[in-house]
């Protein structure tokens, strides 16, 4: 199918469907603009419920039952408070459930995250609020929760004053033990971001992003590393094994000459490898490339690139929207996750889903692609594709940043 | 690279995989000798909405342009190869076409084709094609063969048979065979011609097409999904014979990689065909493995057995389909091979 003639986009552009099958679509009741937090829980009477975190307000969160991936409904879709606010980030873990509250200006309410009960679907209960608020903070943009007792997050804080005001996340481990009463029990910020500090402050990139935290995985396979994102930063192994005193391991950035924002660090234990993302954040390809890095990780000190998955040339999308990297499965340890150290699936926003092999990691294979056409009242006039998760019986489920919510997804290769 | 950085999800074969083609573009060649109904069979498919997105490539032999002038408005793609028979000077032909199609697909230059059929021309030895696709170096990373169709017509068919020892062979190297024209032809003579198919290739199951008519899956479906591909034997003339060998036991793969690897060293050139969905030790699932010639395809492990297989059947399988190596040889060297491991 080519482009419209409305489309912006140029004709080379079309939607693909390869080694994919798509199962269903929900446009989630017209509230499908959807961020990167995608759990899966199985609920106490047996449904299997997708917690999707949205890109921007009204909503806050939106579960879907997806017990049949070829019939999801939604089961509950809760509003935010306020419109100076986002929840971009959700996990679950059992039948708890954290999720991220960023505000847009520093000093709003509420920022931090809060916890739910989700053991009725329908009806989340808040049993818990972690109040991250301040005069230079948008609170919590991302969130990571699987062992039900510690939340790890990019966040803001009363006590924190970064040099630029674009530094004000990083790394907080908060003890949710007692849902109750989270109570923060470390830290760890980029020297230099920080007045105070004994370090000057980084040099800024072009596009200058902040020197902030982003995603913040931590796997039982290394339970004292946490693997950590730093947006302009790179990213950084940390050691978490004092959760007091987190310690840098090791940093890798590929900044300048790329142009920043990595997002993700997914670590493949068993091979010695590590997935790193970059965030495409412009439309019309102006900070083209935006990868998905392979590393060599055998020695945590030393990370050494290694490949890149391959893309098509930019050109045909570069015309409306972004176009490159964002988020990829993360093997989220948790048992509703799929996990896969020979296949990485990535979002590309209007370069759709990618699938690539790297059962060989010096040459990734790509083997799939999912951009489906642009749902109706895409602003760009493209998919937009912003988060992947697979669960653990292969199913795909990937969501649209603008409009489409969420595609349901068959591997088929 | 399974050395440096080891995975224990997967298989001694590397990732397993869904299907056999994996992610590989699937490819159907259409063989049958002239004026079989190629070219309306393959129009008819480019019809149905299975037929979306394919690139066609049409070998000519002689009368340039025929074919390709009627297929063209159909497919995605049509590749028009020069005049000269596939299977022997325009081999590199097809692969060049074949990248360029890649290549081209790749810039956005050409639409995105999900399937290629390749109508071979009428005196093509299929063997060749099929090596070509066999490795990497070749196709092999990027398109795969899930069928080889041969179509027969029910009114000429017959004297092909006899005249032309290509047409033989079509018949007999098959996934699939499509008797065409049998609405011209005499009842008897298509039940006739239906027998001495299944004499040559019992292997393959036998479709009937009137005017290209045939369910467009059958032009697609991966021949490996086909339980009966991998049952019966047979005798044929120009010294071809096609014979199964069986062992219920999971095979220990040295073992039998060793027996394949002696034998294409001896008699490479008179191995047509081999084709094998084997249960190997150690390994969930099926690993397929197909030798052309003195060419191996890389092995590749399945996830699961297919879905038309019989659960209790678990049973390795490998048609041979050769010139002038007889059954009772083979059998021979896999005992002799598999008695040297034991000591």
New interface residues.
């Given amino acids: 199918m080519a482009a419209t003639d409305k489309s912006p986009l140029?004709k080379?552009?079309?939607p693909?469907t390869?080694?994919f099958k798509l199962l269903a679509h929900d446009m989630l009741a017209g509230f499908g603009g959807m961020g990167e937090g995608m759990s899966v829980q199985i609920a106490p009477d047996g449904r299997r419920i997708i917690w999707l975190a949205h890109e921007s307000a009204p909503k806050n969160f939106t579960a879907v039952d997806v017990s049949d991936p070829r019939r999801p409904h939604v089961v509950c879709q809760t509003d935010l408070p306020h419109a100076n606010m986002r929840s971009n980030s959700l996990e679950t873990c059992g039948n708890m459930m954290a999720v991220a509250y960023q505000t847009s200006k520093k000093d709003l309410q509420p920022a931090g995250f809060e916890l739910f009960d989700i053991s009725k679907p329908e009806n989340p209960k808040s049993i818990g609020f972690f109040d991250c608020s301040g005069p230079h903070s948008r609170g919590v943009h991302q969130l990571w929760f699987c062992d039900g007792e510690y939340v790890h997050c990019a966040s803001g804080s009363r006590d924190f004053v970064p040099t630029n005001a674009l530094d004000d996340q990083f790394y907080r481990c908060v003890d949710v033990r007692n849902p109750s009463k989270p109570v923060e029990v470390g830290r760890w910020w980029m020297p230099g971001t920080r007045q105070g500090d004994n370090v000057m402050p980084p040099p800024r990139h072009p596009l200058d992003k902040g020197f902030r935290a982003h995603n913040t995985n931590v796997y039982p396979q290394r339970g004292d590393r946490c693997y950590l994102g730093y947006i302009d930063g790179g990213m950084f192994v940390l050691d978490i094994s004092d959760k007091a005193n987190p310690k840098k391991v090791s940093q890798w950035t590929n900044s300048p000459p790329y142009t920043g924002f990595m997002h993700t660090v997914v670590p493949?234990f068993?091979?010695?490898?590590m997935l790193v993302t970059d965030e495409s954040t412009e439309n019309n390809c102006k900070d083209w490339p935006k990868l998905i890095w392979v590393l060599?990780a055998r020695a945590e000190t030393n990370l050494v690139p290694i490949a890149t998955c391959p893309m098509?040339?930019h050109?045909?999308y570069a015309a409306a929207g972004r176009f490159g990297a964002h988020n990829i499965h993360e093997n989220v340890p948790l048992p509703t996750a799929w996990?896969?150290?020979?296949?990485v699936l990535g979002t590309f926003f209007n370069g759709g889903l990618r699938a690539y092999?790297i059962?060989?990691?010096?040459q990734p294979?790509?083997?799939?692609i999912f951009m489906p056409p642009a749902p109706p009242g895409a602003p760009t006039g493209t998919i937009q594709l912003n988060d992947v998760f697979v669960d653990e019986r292969g199913i795909v489920y990937t969501v649209d940043r603008q409009i489409g919510g969420l595609y349901i997804l068959e591997?088929?290769? | 690279m399974l050395d440096l950085f080891p995975s224990r999800e997967a298989s001694p074969f590397g990732r397993r995989w869904k299907r056999e083609r994996g992610a590989r573009i699937p490819v159907t060649v259409v063989t049958g000798f002239l004026g079989a109904g190629k070219t309306t069979l393959i129009r008819r498919f480019l019809s149905s909405p299975e037929g979306a997105g394919t690139a066609v490539i049409v070998n000519e032999f002689g009368a340039v342009g025929i074919d390709d002038a009627i297929l063209r408005e159909a497919a995605e793609q049509t590749v028009l190869l020069g005049n000269g028979c596939i299977c022997c000077v325009t081999r590199t032909d097809l692969q060049v076409a074949l990248r360029r199609l890649i290549f081209d697909r790749e810039r956005g230059a050409a639409p995105r084709f999900g399937r290629v059929v390749i109508e071979t021309s009428g005196l093509a030895d299929p063997a060749p094609i099929l090596q070509t696709f066999s490795t990497d170096r070749a196709l092999g990373g990027e398109f795969h063969i899930d069928v080889l169709l041969a179509v027969v017509d029910a009114v000429n068919g017959d004297a092909a048979l006899d005249s032309a020892a290509e047409a033989r062979k079509q018949v007999i190297l098959a996934d699939r065979l499509v008797i065409s024209k049998t609405d011209l032809a005499a009842p008897a003579a298509a039940e006739r011609l239906t027998r001495r198919l299944q004499r040559f290739n019992p292997r393959a199951a036998i479709d009937i097409a009137v005017a290209g008519a045939l369910d467009p899956d059958r032009v697609i479906e991966p021949a490996t999904s086909e339980h009966v591909g991998f049952l019966a034997e047979a005798e044929h003339g120009d010294g071809i014979a096609s014979f199964v060998i069986e062992q219920e036991p999971p095979l220990e793969w040295p073992t039998f990689s060793r027996a394949m690897e002696t034998l294409i060293a001896l008699r490479g050139s008179d191995l047509l065909r081999v084709k094998g969905i084997l249960n190997v030790s150690g390994c969930r699932g099926p690993v397929v493995v197909q030798y052309v010639q003195h060419l191996a395809h890389p092995p590749v492990e399945l996830q699961a057995w297919p879905r038309s297989w019989p659960e209790a059947d678990r049973t390795s399988r490998v048609v041979f389909i050769t010139r002038n190596i007889a059954e009772r040889q083979v059998r021979g060297l896999f005992a002799a091979v598999q008695a040297l491991a034991k000591d």
């Fill in positions: 140029t080379g552009y079309q693909v390869w080694n493949l068993d091979r010695g490898l060599d098509p040339d050109t045909i996990h896969s150290d020979q296949i092999d059962a060989n990691p010096y294979k790509e083997v799939g591997m088929d290769f």
